[in-house]
């Protein structure tokens, strides 16, 4: 009888956004002490999305979703020169907007979105982005995880925004371990000296994106490794596929 080749494993992939593997929870001092580790390495940490002002990091964000900042950044660039302001995006409206955000995902929503938090803008707030959650999550588009972003980076508000990196670290090193993302974005503000909250989304977006990836941590070259709790810390660089093969062979 055949046999059917076993399904890969999850845990091959160290943890997805959705299901990542969860280490012990850090104790307090042990948390501080992985995000100095990283205030260290990186002083001044600053979002990788273009913007010059509220109005453009709010749609830069609400642009985001699904999408890489190198990509929102280059549709960003057309898009803002056409319309800096609620009133020039409303001018601009949906097909116009659509023209410059194509390369994007989910385009079509997105301009939607663009078109109509700008009308409410103007209807509602004389055109500026208001500093208050209840006002930025009423917005068409915005959600929690944007209102924080635009609250932090925007107006220096303790918020901090966890997306799949954050909600990976969170639970991977043992950071902030929790089954919804509201639940490690709690346990973040809660764990962050309030002087690094600001900072700490950075720090750990960053970290996530370059260094504490999603198929396999680079734990080797990690700054914070000594107070990471996952178990299966990757400690030299995997070799690409087929380097094995090729090195037996004598290739080159
Ligand atoms: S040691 Fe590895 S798993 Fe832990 S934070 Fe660093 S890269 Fe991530």
Redesign the pocket.
Known sequence: MAVSPKPLRKAALHGSAATPRRARRMSAAQAEAFLRALAAANPTPKTELAFSDPYTLLVAVALSAQATDVSVNRATVGLFAAAPDPAAMVALGEEGVAAHIRTIGLWRTKAKNVVALSAQLLERHAGQVPNDRAALEALPGVGRKTANVVLSVAFGEAAMAVDTHIFR?GN??GLAPGKTVRAVEDLLMARCPPELIGPAHHWLIL?GRY??KARA???WR?V??AF?N?TD??LAPLSPPGATREAAAGGQ
Do not use: G, I, N, S
């Open positions: 670290l991977r090193t970290h260094v504490c941590p680079e734990c990690c914070a490794m990471c996952y810390k990757v």
